[in-house]
């Protein structure tokens, strides 16, 4: 891995938002190279950039992308409540003002934008998509979370009474449920690694962050049909966290034109670094071969 990492350039800064609060971002850039094209990185629920998505630029890099990372208000470095999400619109603002911030650098006019998502991510990635429905080349949206899986549903009594208690005790933890950790990552010592990585928020969800995503995602499902940019969605079948068939209606209902849906027998719901390599190694094609099909090459500067 270090002779990879040899090849890539990473830097660190903290940004204020609208609301005076500091947010962490950090990019990944090609040693040497132009980037062919810029890719922004929106993690998932409780995770981070720097650490958990390290793989995953360290690979589009050495394919010859920028890619651009930010941690969530109350995710990772950010500041905030850990784990709490207020309000996801102002969360898909942030990331709005700073990823066209990085696009409208001099040195990044005229290169494609693409938007990456994970999980939780996913949703960010169609919202910021929605906000500027003309502005980003495309999206690779990775067992995006456009539909909570029926088993991750709140229970119907809790739905009724949930906006009240929102405003009432919005950052009041609920009853642990199942863990996360151990249904998304099948690789043991990835779940070693995330549990012990304390950026990233292993507790029961908070009641106005587990409303919030019921919303989004609920929401989103509903408009699916409004998704117009070239996407690539990508989906474990063995998944039971997000579900894979809100990516394949996604798929079917989206008015886009360039449209790709990829299904993985047998993996589960991080297929970016929660899976055994080889598999990893077939997810990293797709997406690679995607790009490549898509992102028009530099004009020569004079």
Not at 101 to 106: D, G, I, L, M, R
Request: proline share 5%; with cysteine.
């Amino acid at each position: 891995m270090a002779a990879v990492e040899a090849n890539v350039k990473y830097g660190e800064e903290f940004i204020l938002n609208s609301r005076g609060m500091k947010l962490f971002t950090c990019k990944w850039l090609p040693v040497n190279q132009e980037p062919r094209a810029l890719i922004f990185i929106c993690h998932g629920y409780a995770m981070e950039c720097s650490i958990t998505m390290k793989s995953t630029a360290i690979q589009l890099v050495n394919a010859g992308f920028a890619v651009y990372g930010m941690d969530y208000e109350g995710h990772g470095r950010s500041a905030g409540l850990q784990a709490f999400i207020d309000n996801f619109d102002l969360l898909v603002d942030d990331c709005s003002v700073h990823f066209t911030s990085v696009c409208e650098k001099k040195e990044n006019k005229g290169k494609m934008r693409f938007l990456l998502g994970e999980s939780m991510g996913g949703a960010v990635a169609l919202l910021l998509h929605r906000k500027k429905p003309h502005y980003w080349n495309g999206a690779i949206l990775v067992a995006p979370m456009c539909k909570i899986a029926d088993g991750m549903k709140p229970h119907p009594l809790l739905e009724t009474v949930l906006n009240t208690i929102c405003y009432w005790l919005p950052t009041w933890k609920t009853i642990q449920g199942q863990d996360l950790v151990e249904l998304s990552f099948k690789e043991p010592n990835i779940r070693q690694e995330i549990r012990e990585n304390d950026l990233c928020y292993k507790g029961p969800p908070l009641i106005k962050t587990g409303y919030e995503m019921y919303r989004v995602s609920t929401d989103l499902e509903q408009r699916l049909n409004e998704v117009s940019l070239p996407f690539l969605v990508l989906h474990g079948e063995e998944d039971k966290v997000t579900d894979q068939k809100a990516s394949a209606l996604l798929a079917e209902v989206a008015s886009s034109t360039d449209k790709t849906l990829k299904l993985y027998p047998d993996m589960w719901h991080g297929l970016l670094y929660g899976e055994p390599q080889h598999n990893i190694d077939i997810v990293f094609k797709d997406i690679i071969s995607w790009l490549e099909k898509r992102v028009v090459p530099l004009s020569p500067k004079i």
